[in-house]
């Protein structure tokens, strides 16, 4: 379901309260129960994408990382078993006067399932288990994306592969690699690999989200009278100017020049903190300009 937009499984727009997201949840839940339609696999995987829609939107936590990061973005941190983790199926359904609690969970989302005899389910070969691996990622790379070779160990042997890192992972992110967990025990699919980002350090850029920072210092002199500074982004070097009478500590903003968002096109800014150098020692000529300058109150 990497695809699909969870507000339109529901029927509801982006901006909806939780009690009118709880409601269509509701609503549609009861319509497309399997024990209401036995026998119809479309109302079945209608259910399906009605709970694991509702398992997101009604969890703040998720709700806030679907909606920034979108689907495409959400989808390669969270697996499946994540979004129905803290789930709680029967508090969902008691009131609802349709058949489920944990059962439904059990029959449809512990992996692969199929209809059985007298309209009750039969379980269908298990998916492989998850693996999981850190993997270190360059500052750079995280920020613009890229190709890396890494080595895992899968059913005993060592495998390596091409991945993709996406623009604008965080430190802590998860990639997820398809089939290439472990070996199902019966003949199901293999289960999926997944990258614990670890974003190294750079030295010249820190990052919050999708905006970064870098500090530049200049002369005092520059500070009272203006210059113009060479400030580095992510795209190259880009000349800025300094207005005459910039405080320490002011941050100029380069908009637009910060990091890609995860799974969109928005890109946050870059921010140029300004610090002054104060000269710990002047020579003759400059102390007496220094105290010319203080004679008339500068």
Request: one cysteine or more; glycine letters at 14%; aromatic letters at 10%.
């Amino acid at each position: 379901m990497a695809s699909t937009d969870y507000y339109k499984t529901l029927g509801v727009e982006k901006g909806a309260s939780a009690d009118e997201i709880k409601k269509a949840f509701r609503k549609l839940a009861v319509k497309y129960h399997p024990d209401r339609n036995p026998g119809d696999k479309s109302a079945e995987d209608k259910f399906k994408e009605i709970n694991e829609a509702y398992a997101v939107l009604s969890d703040p936590q998720k709700k806030e990382k679907y909606d920034t990061f979108g689907s495409s973005g959400f989808h390669q941190q969270y697996s499946q078993e994540d979004i129905f983790r803290g789930f709680d199926f029967s508090n969902v359904y008691k009131d609802m006067g349709a058949g489920g609690g944990e059962d439904i969970f059990t029959r449809l989302f512990g992996g692969a399932f199929g209809r059985g005899g007298r309209g009750g389910f039969r379980r269908s070969p298990q998916k492989g288990a998850d693996l999981e691996m850190e993997t270190d990622v360059s500052f750079r790379d995280a920020a613009l994306g890229a190709e890396k070779l890494v080595a895992f160990r899968r059913n005993g042997k060592r495998e390596e592969l091409k991945v993709k890192i996406p623009a604008g992972v965080e430190n802590g992110s998860k990639v997820r690699i398809a089939g290439r967990g472990g070996q199902s025990e019966d003949g199901g699919p293999a289960g999926d690999l997944y990258l614990l980002i670890r974003v190294l350090p750079d030295p010249v850029f820190t990052r919050e989200g999708g905006d970064l920072f870098v500090e530049r210092s200049i002369p005092f002199s520059a500070a009272c009278l203006g210059t113009s500074l060479d400030v580095p982004t992510l795209e190259g070097d880009k000349r800025i100017k300094v207005p005459p009478g910039i405080q320490p500590g002011t941050k100029i903003r380069l908009k637009g020049f910060g990091v890609k968002s995860l799974g969109s096109n928005y890109k946050g800014d870059l921010f140029v903190k300004i610090s002054v150098r104060v000269p710990e020692t002047l020579n003759g000529e400059q102390k007496k300009l220094m105290e010319e300058l203080a004679r008339k109150g500068l």
